[in-house]
């Protein structure tokens, strides 16, 4: 995924009210960005942190910036944009770098299922049972090259797991994909410290036969790429 305009890079002053983030940038302006990231945004919201914005390509959209990338350590760079984890595990599979995800004809976004809840991507191949596809954006770390999720208490991703577990169960495929918008990490494992119940859940949904899988990205200015296979560990 390219950004299709460049980014402006600037320093975080402080997020708040979940949505918002004040950001310094190098002409000296002080701007109100959008932040697309509903989590707790742990380790990624340190004030006087690098961070780059893109412009609103809406010229009727209150805030003109939206936050996209932030630096948590010389180095190491985090996509913060949850909304665009679709996009980028949909283009994996389109580019044919996800092996268990391959040979499906068709892909659909937002699909409705379950409870009331909709699948990111249901993937469908004739001969072949439905595939739902449910994607996690993976932000925490800690030392050890190890990511997290949640990094925050979910009850809707306990909720969906459940719901994949009944597509299991129907003779459907389910696949939890965590997509890793970090560049500092090998392996992936549920957050059973921040919430246990999800820890429970995903454990719950792995014996019924949903399967689970991470991709790491790579990051720059110019775009986010899912180029890497990461470990998912979840201990017994």
């Known amino acids: 995924m390219k950004f299709t305009v460049p980014l402006v890079e600037g320093v975080l002053l402080r997020r708040y009210q979940r949505f918002l983030a004040d950001v310094s940038l190098p002409d000296g302006r002080v701007v109100t960005?959008?932040?697309p990231n509903t989590g707790?945004?742990?380790g990624c919201k340190a004030p006087g942190s690098r961070v780059w914005l893109s412009p609103a390509d809406n010229p009727a959209?209150?805030?003109?910036w939206t936050w996209e990338l932030v630096e948590v350590a010389p180095g190491v760079t985090v996509g913060v944009h949850t909304g665009r984890s679709n996009s980028l595990v949909r283009e994996a599979i389109e580019a044919g770098s996800v092996p268990e995800l391959a040979g499906y004809t068709g892909i659909r976004p937002e699909v409705k299922y379950g409870e009331g809840s909709?699948?990111?991507l249901l993937l469908r191949a004739e001969g072949r049972p439905d595939c739902y596809v449910e994607v996690k954006n993976v932000t925490a770390a800690v030392e050890g090259r190890t990511g997290y999720f949640p990094d925050a208490v979910t009850t809707r991703g306990a909720k969906h797991l459940r719901e994949m577990s009944a597509m299991v169960a129907a003779g459907h495929r389910a696949v939890l994909v965590f997509c890793v918008q970090r560049t500092d990490v090998d392996a992936v494992r549920p957050a059973d410290h921040i919430d246990p119940d999800y820890g429970r859940a995903l454990r719950s949904a792995l014996a019924a036969g949903v399967e689970v899988l991470a991709l790491g990205a790579r990051i720059d200015a110019d775009g986010i790429d899912l180029v890497r296979r990461l470990?998912?560990?979840v201990p017994g």
């Open 231 to 233: 470990v998912v560990e």
């Open 40 to 42: 707790s945004m742990l």
């Open 33 to 35: 960005a959008h932040c």
């Open 118 to 120: 909709r699948i990111d």
């Open 61 to 64: 959209r209150k805030l003109k």
